[in-house]
């Protein structure tokens, strides 16, 4: 299937005639994880999206695919589980994209040692054989040798164990991807702002494409709101009166230059002074630390990061390192919302990352809350739960064992590697190199090497700081409905997140490339390369 903007575009409106199975309202993790379960099942599927693929939260996360040592301590044992068993599928679909995480809990305390490495052996216990190895006890000088810049002072040791690492954005758009190789029809730049009516039952979405003014009534037999922290928004389309859902709590990352932390390992800070956890996370040859946890009342497209939350990072993580980084040291700040569902609660850190499915009276499905990690079963649930509400022929879900686009696990290459059915596990992914450059390609990566052998200019740098090549941005135009140059440096590559000034400087090359590619003007490159200025100066310190 192309995944070119002009084609999903044909197919909608070749699709106007009989109403679509499902249409789904926005494309993040959750929005795009319906469409994969949608289409795989045979359902005809469309999905919208106001900005681009996982513009919103999806784009922001930690990159954790985690059953979640926090929520073992807080006894949630149901959640963790349930993640800790998607965590095993999603490595063994999407092997190119999720990597097996060391991560250490460095110990200053004398009962931190079995403290953690008693509640780290319950969470390998709890993955059970999608474990990605076992949790052990280390000596000082272990801990020294795999983390040589933690503080050495008053050290004792530390417990090593497992976890998943994930791309967010580059998961999504292989997820689109997925969607669309099924069958469905996926746009960005087109945002519902409306529904249709029948005897207030919904029949289907009124939307805009963004990028045309055009505007579309799509009929549909279920209507899904996946639309994250906007969910209420959509709610109260539908529904004026509809009781609010979602309590929005903000999460802040910096992004330091590994040498804060080299090695491979990552450093999980069990105990914060907010009393949550602090994760510093190798990612892309960069360090990712964070996070925090602040209720906000306005919903932002791109929010913005706190002074106070930067400073509570930085003084968090510096006392743990040998050398404290500084807000110079810093070389990007990103900041997303959670959708977290409200509980009677006011601490929004003490509500369960759980999901919830609400139908409401009009028949519009709503799902909401969870995370990344859980995005297949939450998919999975959702359209379980639309084949009853909206009388669909009831077809098995299929996505614990489809493979995602990159993983290169289609029948044929598990049989090359010589791995029988039965042990298609997560302990047995095709080898994926992730110090390879353009790894996180998977099986797609001799096609960009390809477009850099055919015009060896693409070869080069987009710029000396970043580590991406200029036949990426032209790989994402045709291939990943690339549309901006905000596409192209946030989500297709993560210039922005990993160094914001670098990102900034690269914005006039990649829009020449991009005008080249979707047929525009000078203007139109003058234009994006101001816009992406004004979104990037967010990112700065
Ligand atoms: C700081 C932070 C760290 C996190 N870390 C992790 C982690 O390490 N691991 C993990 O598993 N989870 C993590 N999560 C949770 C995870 O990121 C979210 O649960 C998940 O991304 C939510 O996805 P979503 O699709 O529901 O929402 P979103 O990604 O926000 O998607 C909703 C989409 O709907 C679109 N939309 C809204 N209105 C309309 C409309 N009218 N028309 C069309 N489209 C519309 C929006 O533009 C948006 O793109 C983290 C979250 C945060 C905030």
Redesign the pocket.
């Known amino acids: 299937m192309d995944m070119n903007r002009q084609v999903m575009l044909s197919m909608l409106d070749a699709g106007a005639g009989r109403p679509w199975d499902l249409c789904i309202?926005?494309?993040?993790?959750?929005?795009?994880?319906i469409a994969v379960d949608a289409a795989s099942r045979g359902y005809r599927t469309i999905l919208?999206?106001?900005?681009?693929?996982?513009?919103?939260?999806?784009?922001?996360?930690?990159?954790?695919?985690?059953g979640?040592v926090r929520y073992l301590q807080q006894g949630n044992i149901k959640l963790v589980t349930e993640?800790l068993h998607e965590r095993g599928i999603l490595r063994k679909n999407a092997p190119h994209l999720v990597k097996d995480q060391s991560f250490i809990v460095p110990n200053y305390k004398w009962w931190e040692g079995p403290y953690y490495g008693i509640g780290l052996k319950v969470y390998d216990w709890m993955a059970g054989s999608l474990g990605l190895g076992p949790s052990r006890i280390l000596s000082r000088e272990e801990t020294l040798e795999l983390a040589p810049t933690l503080d050495a002072e008053g050290l004792r040791g530390g417990v090593l164990y497992h976890d998943g690492?994930?791309d967010?954005a580059r998961l999504?758009i292989n997820l689109a991807q997925t969607a669309a190789e099924q069958g469905g029809v996926l746009l960005n730049y087109?945002?519902?702002?409306g529904f249709i009516k029948e005897a207030s039952a919904i029949k289907g979405?009124k939307?805009t494409d963004t990028l045309t003014d055009r505007s579309y009534e799509i009929h549909a037999k279920a209507v899904i709101n996946?639309?994250?922290?906007?969910?209420d928004?959509?709610l109260k389309?539908d529904d004026a009166g509809a009781e609010s859902v979602i309590a929005p709590?903000?999460?802040?990352?910096i992004m330091l230059d590994k040498s804060f932390l080299p090695g491979e390992a990552a450093i999980l800070v069990p105990h914060t002074d907010d009393g949550r956890v602090l994760?510093a996370v190798p990612w892309h040859d960069k360090i990712i630390i964070?996070?925090?946890?602040t209720l906000v009342k306005e919903i932002l497209?791109e929010p913005r990061a706190l002074p106070e939350e930067i400073d509570f990072i930085l003084q968090q993580i510096g006392r743990y390192l040998v050398k404290p980084p500084q807000r110079s040291d810093i070389r990007s700040v990103?900041?997303?919302?959670?959708?977290l569902v409200k509980s009677k609660s006011k601490k929004t850190a003490e509500l369960a990352?759980d999901h919830l499915i609400l139908v409401a009276d009009s028949g519009l499905i709503t799902?909401?809350?969870?995370?990344?990690?859980?995005?297949r079963r939450?998919a999975e649930d959702t359209i379980n739960t639309a084949i009853t509400k909206a009388g669909l022929v009831n077809r098995p879900c299929v996505t614990p064992d489809l493979p995602i686009h990159g993983s290169g696990r289609t029948k044929a290459a598990w049989k090359a590697f010589g791995v029988p059915d039965a042990a298609q596990t997560a302990a047995s992914p095709p080898p994926t190199d992730f110090h390879a450059p353009l790894y996180y390609y998977g099986s797609d990566k001799a096609a960009v090497l390809a477009l850099a052998r055919e015009d060896p200019s693409l070869a080069e740098l987009l710029h000396p700081a970043l580590p991406y090549i200029k036949a990426e941005i032209v790989w994402a135009a045709r291939e990943e409905l690339c549309m901006t140059v905000e596409d192209a440096l946030s989500r297709r590559t993560r210039a922005l997140f990993l160094d914001a000034r670098a990102a900034i400087e690269s914005a006039p090359v990649t829009a020449a490339l991009l005008a080249k590619e979707l047929g525009r003007d000078a203007d139109w490159g003058r234009r994006q390369i101001e816009e992406f200025r004004k979104v990037a100066e967010g990112y700065l310190p």
């Open positions: 309202i926005g494309g993040g993790a959750t929005g795009l994880g919208l999206e106001q900005y681009d693929f996982a513009k919103g939260t999806s784009s922001r996360a930690t990159k954790l695919v985690h979640g993640a690492q994930f967010d999504a087109c945002k519902v702002d979405v939307a996946a639309t994250g922290v906007f969910t928004t959509i389309m709590s903000q999460g802040v990352h994760f964070g996070t925090t946890d497209v990103y900041a997303g919302l959670r959708p990352r799902i909401t809350g969870g995370k990344w990690t859980t995005y939450m």
